[in-house]
């Protein structure tokens, strides 16, 4: 059975996320997304509002279930007896992080895998960051994340 982990902060989820996971569960028997509670970024929603964003967009793909997590990625896929991690690559800007990071996880759990997918094209620019300016400026940010998250974020934004 193939069980991978999709980890990230999702700061909040975005399309570009929600395309990945969607093709993720295609291939995948079983998807647990998973949600970075600490990292050195200050993250605008607690790790408890990311997760509930998430299974709200997510709640149609029965595959998929979403967990918090703290500490090392490979001790969390380890803990979910997943082998895979999956990433999203948007450009080669990202290829650099990228690669390190899989390099490391494979040094330090060679029994894990990191697979990336192309982000679909229509997606390559957009991040977390992005929706947040353009939010926090009063722009309009439908055509980036799901409706509820739109919602969210706005009322985050005093918006
Ligand atoms: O969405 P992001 O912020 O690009 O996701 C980064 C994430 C969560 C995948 C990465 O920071 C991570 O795996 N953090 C957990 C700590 C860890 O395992 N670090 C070693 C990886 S080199």
């Not at 997510?58 to 979910?80: I, R, W």
């Not at 494979?106 to 697979?115: F, H």
Request: charged share 20%.
């Amino acid at each position: 059975m193939a069980v991978a982990v999709y980890p990230g902060s999702f700061d909040p989820v975005t399309l570009g996320h929600m395309d990945i996971i969607e093709r993720t569960a295609q291939m995948m028997d079983h998807v647990i997304i998973g949600v970075l509670c600490n990292n050195s970024k200050t993250p605008l929603f607690s790790a408890e509002n990311r997760v509930k964003m998430l299974l709200g967009v997510t709640s149609h793909l029965k595959n998929v279930e979403v967990k918090a997590f703290d500490g090392l990625l490979v001790d969390f896929v380890h803990q979910n007896k997943a082998d895979i991690i999956v990433r999203g690559l948007r450009a080669i800007t990202d290829f650099d992080y990228e690669l390190q990071m899989a390099q490391t996880n494979r040094v330090i759990a060679p029994d894990i895998d990191t697979v990336f997918l192309t982000t679909n094209l229509k997606y390559s620019y957009l991040s977390s960051s992005i929706v947040k300016e353009i939010a926090s400026y009063g722009g309009d940010i439908s055509g980036f994340v799901h409706p509820d998250v739109a919602r969210e974020v706005q009322k985050k934004l005093g918006r």
